[in-house]
């Protein structure tokens, strides 16, 4: 098991080592590493079991440091960045030779992204190189939310997790592209389409993707947590499955059901957000065998959530 606590120097000192430490951010539990010493990165990809061909996000202390690894930052780049870092929003940006091509699976593109999390603010301003980290999980599960999570999963891979709490926003962040003809959403995520449109106008999306994927977070089936889960209307689905072995992934609705969940008792996306992957992963230690779930209201967040429901449902 790794050892968690909140000590900034010891995370700093393993990573200087080359060793993995996982972060908090306001999104998930990252599982970082240098992201400018190929070693350091090639044990990130082992600890995840990770394919080589997805790449990983780099994480910066803010733009005037995201301009030390991108060869530009175009207008609408810079304008989302100034109004949502630190926050949950990647930016695919053009990247210098000086981010190795494992971190970006051979792409030209980095993902650069400056989370908002105190903890780890301050573990980067301690430190002279960015941070590769991908959501620490094994490949293909739910992200961490907690650091217990993580240590659940990799706590016998990494030496040390830092602990910043349960994730704030809880889903992990929007990632945007530019090509010519403006950006494009390749992953839903904690920053809403509405904010971005706010400030950059219409948004493409392009999230769907089945094969050669630009964001392997698009492949169809991913966050999927240990059960099965089911998408539809609860009422007509517990008309097939039998109560007392299913589990219920509910908005707001109360079910008379000992395994269930719900999101938000309130209706308050956010707080849904929040929930969501603690949520899907408490039914793996629940006597159930699969988990009726309900889409939530396509709006703000809901979009976000809507994308991880469908693909931890996907066969
Ligand atoms: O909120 C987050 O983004 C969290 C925290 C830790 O920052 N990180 C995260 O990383 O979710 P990960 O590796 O689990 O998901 C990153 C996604 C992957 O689907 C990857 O394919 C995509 O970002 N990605 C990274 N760099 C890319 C690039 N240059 N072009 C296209 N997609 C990229
Ligand atoms: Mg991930």
Redo the contacts with the bound molecule.
């Keep these: 098991m790794a050892e968690i606590g909140t000590d900034i120097e010891k995370a700093a000192s393993l990573l200087e080592k080359g060793e993995l430490v996982a972060i908090p951010?306001e999104?998930?539990y990252?599982l970082a590493g240098n992201a400018l010493n190929t070693s350091a990165v090639v044990k990130i990809f082992e600890a995840k079991n990770r394919p080589q061909f997805?790449?990983?996000?780099v994480?910066v202390k803010g733009i005037s440091n995201a301009e030390e690894y991108a060869e530009e930052i175009t207008e609408q780049a810079r304008a989302l960045a100034t109004q949502f870092w630190p926050g949950?929003l990647?930016l695919?940006l053009k990247k210098k030779n000086m981010i190795p091509d494992l971190v970006?699976s051979g792409?030209d593109?980095?993902?650069l992204?400056c989370?908002n999390h105190s903890l780890t603010q301050q573990l980067l301003n301690r430190l002279s190189f960015p941070l590769a980290?991908?959501?620490a999980n094994p490949f293909g599960y739910v992200?961490p939310t907690t650091a217990l999570h993580v240590n659940d999963q990799l706590g016998d891979k990494i030496q040390y997790i830092l602990d910043g709490g349960p994730c704030k926003v809880g889903i992990?962040?929007t990632?945007i592209g530019f090509e010519e003809n403006g950006p494009i959403v390749?992953?839903f995520?904690g920053l809403s389409l509405e904010q971005i449109q706010s400030i950059v106008g219409k948004v493409k999306a392009q999230t769907h993707s089945t094969s050669n994927p630009?964001?392997?977070?698009q492949l169809k089936s991913h966050y999927a947590p240990g059960k099965k889960v089911i998408l539809g209307n609860i009422e007509t689905l517990l008309q097939q499955y039998p109560l007392k072995s299913s589990g219920i992934l509910s908005f707001q609705k109360k079910y008379n059901s000992p395994f269930q969940i719900i999101l938000s008792p309130s209706g308050n996306i956010e707080e849904a957000a929040q929930n969501l992957f603690s949520a899907l992963r408490s039914f793996d230690k629940m006597p159930v065998n699969a988990i009726l779930a309900e889409l939530v209201p396509d709006t703000g967040l809901g979009k976000a959530i809507n994308d991880r429901l469908r693909r931890a449902a996907a066969e």
């Design positions: 951010t999104t998930v990252g997805d790449p990983l996000i994480h949950p990647t695919l970006t792409l593109t980095v993902g992204r989370p980290a991908p959501s992200s992990e962040s990632i390749f992953r995520g630009k964001a392997p977070g």
